[in-house]
């Protein structure tokens, strides 16, 4: 199963995600079990249709449906996917000040 990477805050929509969460939409969010791997996807052979990815990292968890502003403000429509590391190791790893932005597919993998 694939998602794709969203956010409902004005920071995240422009910078990114580089700590130990991101934003997914409620549709996507049921992919998303504490345990599951889950792997970035950079981008796939339009011959193979392989696809390079970069992890896995960890699902810890994820929240319910978010409100903004918060704690009263309106129903969002998302969720945040909280991970077991920080992306930001993988984005220094890459040499990257964000690890991923709106629009990023990520591939699920549920636990075995």
């Known amino acids: 199963m694939q998602a794709v990477v969203?956010?409902?805050?004005?920071h995240h929509q422009s910078?990114?995600?580089a700590s130990n969460f991101f934003g997914v939409s409620l549709a996507h969010a049921?992919?998303?079990?504490?345990g599951s791997h889950i792997y970035k996807v950079l981008r796939q052979?339009?011959?193979t249709f392989v696809p390079q990815e970069t992890g896995?990292?960890?699902?810890?968890?994820?929240?319910?449906?978010?409100?903004?502003?918060?704690?009263?403000?309106?129903?969002?429509?998302?969720?945040?996917v909280?991970?077991?590391t920080h992306l930001r190791d993988a984005a220094l790893a890459r040499r990257s000040r964000v690890f991923?932005?709106?629009g990023d597919r990520i591939r699920v993998a549920r636990p075995t």
């Open 6 to 10: 969203a956010a409902f805050q004005p």
């Open 45 to 47: 052979d339009p011959k």
């Open 30 to 34: 049921t992919a998303f079990a504490p």
């Open 100 to 102: 991923l932005r709106v």
């Open 82 to 84: 909280y991970l077991t």
């Open 56 to 80: 896995p990292f960890v699902v810890q968890h994820v929240t319910p449906e978010l409100r903004y502003p918060p704690p009263h403000g309106p129903l969002t429509g998302m969720k945040y």
């Open 15 to 17: 910078s990114g995600y």
